[in-house]
């Protein structure tokens, strides 16, 4: 099934952390711009999401921006706001010259530090499992706005986490590669299900999986999926671990 959101690997990102702080700038977590490390990778993901959005159908509906909650983009295809990707979409002038049908929303601003993006990825999970009752009760709309919602500050989120647990070994001398690599690998799966959902719910609102019922049910089983996908990303965080660029 076809993904909704167009994701990077936080591998093909490694080494640039932090993209913005409250100014909107990218910092790195040594101080030191790492840049040219992922240059090849990251310009060839950000012309692909971008050859992808200005070839779609001039629609309103075609496509939206991650972070764009509005109904109408449940099920369609999301424009992810990666780091060279963003310098196509940052404003709404620049965003207008690609696609001027898309809506622009602001980018997605990542979490300070580490102990940030845990705290609302606790949260996020504590929602998560919500969806259950709001599919339950009909309310399909409600579930496509929540995972509209959700699955930016989601991606966000994991990708400080697994890039601080990358870096553990420079920032504490403690090799955290493989717990990365599993924390990495459970939140690749976990966005791709709720891409999955969200592609779904559209169809259900669409009339596109036929009698409501039968389609709550498919919706549930997904959502159910999710949340054991959502247990396992946060099994593979360690819980007392403290990157050496943190206090306490």
Same mark, same amino acid.
């Given at each position: 099934?076809?993904?909704?959101?167009?994701?990077?690997?936080?591998?093909?990102?490694?080494?640039?952390?932090?993209?913005?702080?409250?100014?909107?700038?990218? #910092? $790195?977590?040594?101080?030191?711009?790492?840049?040219?490390?992922?240059?090849?990778?990251?310009?060839? *993901?950000?012309?692909?999401?971008?050859? #992808?959005?200005? $070839?779609?159908?001039?629609?309103?509906?075609?496509?939206?921006?991650?972070?764009?909650?509005?109904? !109408?983009?449940?099920?369609?295809?999301?424009?992810?706001?990666?780091?060279?990707?963003? $310098?196509? =979409? !940052?404003?709404?002038?620049?965003?207008?010259?690609?696609?001027? !049908?898309?809506?622009? =929303?602001?980018? =997605?601003?990542?979490?300070?530090?580490?102990?940030?993006?845990?705290?609302?990825?606790?949260?996020?999970?504590?929602?998560?499992?919500?969806?259950?009752?709001?599919? /339950?009760?009909?309310?399909?709309?409600?579930?496509?706005?929540?995972?509209?919602?959700?699955?930016?500050?989601?991606?966000?989120?994991?990708?400080? +986490?697994?890039?601080?647990?990358?870096? *553990?070994?420079?920032?504490?001398? +403690?090799?955290?590669?493989?717990?990365?690599?599993?924390?990495? $690998?459970?939140? +690749?799966?976990?966005?791709?299900?709720?891409?999955?959902?969200? #592609? /779904?719910?559209?169809?259900?609102?669409?009339?596109?999986?036929?009698?409501?019922?039968?389609?709550?049910?498919?919706?549930?089983?997904? +959502?159910?999926?999710?949340?054991?996908?959502?247990?396992?990303?946060?099994?593979?965080?360690?819980?007392?671990?403290?990157?050496?660029?943190?206090?306490?």
């Amino acid at each position: 099934q076809v993904n909704a959101y167009s994701t990077i690997t936080n591998s093909q990102l490694s080494k640039i952390s932090r993209e913005q702080n409250d100014d909107g700038a990218r #910092i $790195s977590q040594d101080g030191v711009d790492v840049t040219h490390v992922t240059r090849r990778t990251a310009i060839s *993901a950000a012309f692909c999401s971008v050859s #992808i959005l200005i $070839s779609l159908p001039q629609s309103s509906h075609a496509a939206c921006l991650m972070g764009d909650t509005s109904p !109408d983009c449940i099920g369609v295809y999301k424009m992810p706001m990666d780091h060279r990707a963003l $310098s196509y =979409v !940052d404003t709404p002038e620049k965003l207008a010259k690609f696609a001027p !049908d898309v809506r622009w =929303v602001p980018p =997605v601003r990542y979490p300070k530090s580490y102990s940030e993006a845990k705290r609302e990825l606790d949260s996020l999970q504590k929602r998560c499992a919500a969806l259950d009752g709001l599919v /339950l009760g009909g309310n399909l709309t409600k579930v496509g706005i929540e995972i509209l919602d959700m699955v930016p500050r989601l991606t966000v989120d994991g990708r400080v +986490v697994i890039q601080d647990l990358n870096d *553990a070994k420079a920032s504490t001398g +403690v090799d955290l590669s493989m717990k990365a690599y599993r924390a990495e $690998s459970a939140h +690749v799966e976990l966005l791709n299900k709720l891409g999955q959902c969200d #592609i /779904l719910i559209g169809q259900a609102l669409g009339g596109q999986l036929g009698a409501p019922a039968p389609a709550q049910i498919q919706i549930l089983s997904d +959502v159910k999926e999710a949340n054991a996908l959502f247990e396992e990303f946060m099994n593979s965080i360690p819980r007392d671990f403290n990157p050496g660029n943190e206090k306490g």
